[in-house]
């Protein structure tokens, strides 16, 4: 299985996955101009950024039209903005929360950007998870029933600011401080300032189980990072 991070829209995710014998899993890449990930099938709804979103998309459209052929669970996982313990050897892939994290280690400043699409410094907005909860979310998808085809975005539902993921972590370390760093002209027209999971799917699908407070997640791996 493949980890998550994104929005609203459609289907997506980084790497492929075991499809035939228990599930799939993909990230929240099927990004649309809009920025938010709803959850429907056809195509037409869809406006995916980049041809890596658009393979994505085929291939979750893919999956939906053969999965009934299996008798095994078949489904899709969306995984939006994941982190959690074990992010070290990930280097620039490691998640955002992970990366401030040690920004505010090493240097005690934890570098955002500057305001975008409406956006104040900093207030740009994410659907942060963790892993634990991508975890649980597996398990009872694997061990429940037999699904076919289904595919679910997996966050909180509720997006967070990158001030917010700052400002737990300062308090949790006991120190630091936030700089706002002018926007990448080259991400002009490519950066979505908003995300957000829709889990009425997988909420429909029978997963009833409540999601970590960012609170309580960069808590948890903050305690963990600090052992590793």
């Known amino acids: 299985m493949r980890r998550h991070d ?5 289907l997506h995710d980084r790497k492929q996955l075991h499809v035939l014998e228990v ?8 990004q649309s101009s809009i920025g938010v990930c ?14 890596y979103a658009l393979s994505n998309l085929a291939f979750d459209n893919h999956v939906r039209s053969v999965a009934a052929r299996y008798q095994s669970t078949v489904a899709g996982l969306r995984y939006f903005n994941v982190y959690g313990p074990r992010e070290s050897r990930k280097g620039k892939m490691a998640s955002m929360v992970y ?65 917010d993921v700052a ?5 949790r370390l006991g120190a630091g401080a936030i700089d706002y760093v002018p926007f990448p002209k080259s991400l002009t027209g490519k950066y979505q300032s908003f ?9 429909a699908a029978g997963y009833t ?19 590793e």
């Open 6 to 10: 994104m929005h609203r829209w459609p």
């Open 23 to 30: 599930d799939f899993a993909f990230r929240s890449l099927t």
């Open 38 to 51: 709803v959850e429907c099938i056809c195509v037409r709804l869809v406006d995916p950024l980049n041809l």
């Open 99 to 163: 990366q401030l994290y040690r920004q505010l280690k090493t240097s005690g400043r934890a570098r955002l950007f500057e305001g975008t699409d409406g956006y104040a410094d900093g207030e740009q907005r994410r659907d942060f998870v963790f892993v634990n909860d991508i975890v649980r979310v597996n398990l009872a998808l694997a061990e429940g029933p037999v699904r076919n085809g289904g595919v679910y975005n997996v966050g909180t539902g509720q997006a967070r600011s990158f001030n």
């Open 167 to 171: 400002r737990i972590l300062i308090t």
């Open 195 to 203: 995300t957000q999971a829709e889990l009425s799917s997988l909420r």
């Open 209 to 227: 189980e409540s999601f970590s407070t960012l609170e309580s997640g960069i808590a948890q791996s903050v305690d963990a990072w600090d052992r």
